[in-house]
């Protein structure tokens, strides 16, 4: 029986679905872009300044967060990375990116898709926080040390899997590298990458060597200096100012 959304979805199938993506440089947004640069996919980017709550008010005009990634589509809005990705990757079934329901690596996918943001990425950002954002006298080094040394111990899921695979799952490159990779980057811009296991390090030399990488990165980059917005990321940039600042 063919219902009127059987046709829907197909016709959407093949119908360039219109999407607007709002994102701070390097960001968790970078997710996002990356996958719409793999993706060949046109969209309108938002770049705006970092931290968005405090130096870009209209962003709680489409997320009450106040946080990066949104990408808005015709379906609705989304307000994090990885499912951004998810949802991208099934506009374009043929492209290869997501790994079909029924597939045997589909749990391994979704997997890696929440694994990237919630156990590989938060503590990053806790590291982050408290070592570098809050003012002086309410950082905590005790609790970024902890945090930093959480995020090489979560690590053992990823070192396992890439003594026998080249990407994580499925035998190709899936929106799961994409969001583990992204992760990985953040370690390079907290400066705590020199400890990443060779393996890691070896893998994210080949997701950033990518096309689509690079595209994203240069889309980023105009985007930036078409605004006067520093095309660093924001973490490198903290760094640095309190590096100097503590002589
Ligand atoms: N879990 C969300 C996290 C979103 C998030 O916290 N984004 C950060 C940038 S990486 C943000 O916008 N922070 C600005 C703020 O908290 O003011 C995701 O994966 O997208």
Redesign the pocket.
């Known amino acids: 029986m063919y219902t009127k959304e059987f046709f829907i979805d197909r016709i959407r199938l093949f119908w360039e679905v219109s999407v607007k993506l709002w994102h701070?440089f390097d960001?968790?947004?970078f997710?996002a872009l990356w996958a719409l640069e793999e993706l060949g996919m046109t969209y309108e980017l938002e770049l705006l300044d970092?931290?968005?709550?405090?130096r870009e008010k209209r962003i709680f005009t489409v997320n009450p967060?106040?946080?990066?990634?949104v990408l808005e589509t015709d379906q609705g809005s989304m307000?994090?990375?990885?499912?951004?990705c998810e949802w991208l990757a099934e506009q374009q079934p043929q492209s290869g990116l997501g790994v079909a329901v029924g597939h045997p690596d589909r749990p391994a996918y979704l997997n890696w898709l929440h694994h990237a943001?919630?156990t590989l990425?938060?503590p990053q950002?806790i590291y982050l926080r408290y070592s570098y954002l809050e003012e002086a006298g309410r950082r905590q080094p005790q609790v970024a040390d902890d945090y930093r040394r959480w995020f090489f111990g979560r690590l053992k899921l990823l070192v396992s899997t890439l003594e026998s695979q080249q990407f994580l799952c499925a035998n190709r490159f899936t929106m799961a590298d994409i969001c583990v990779a992204y992760a990985l980057s953040l370690a390079e811009d907290l400066g705590i990458d020199a400890d990443l296991p060779p393996l890691v390090k070896d893998y994210l030399a080949r997701m950033t060597g990518r096309k689509g990488w690079h595209r994203a990165k240069t889309v980023q980059v105009d985007a930036a200096k078409a605004l006067g917005i520093e095309p660093i990321a924001p973490a490198r940039l903290i760094r640095a100012a309190i590096e100097k600042s503590a002589g």
């Open positions: 701070c960001a968790r947004s997710r970092f931290p968005p709550r405090a967060l106040g946080t990066v990634p307000t994090e990375s990885s499912a951004i943001d919630t990425t938060f950002t």
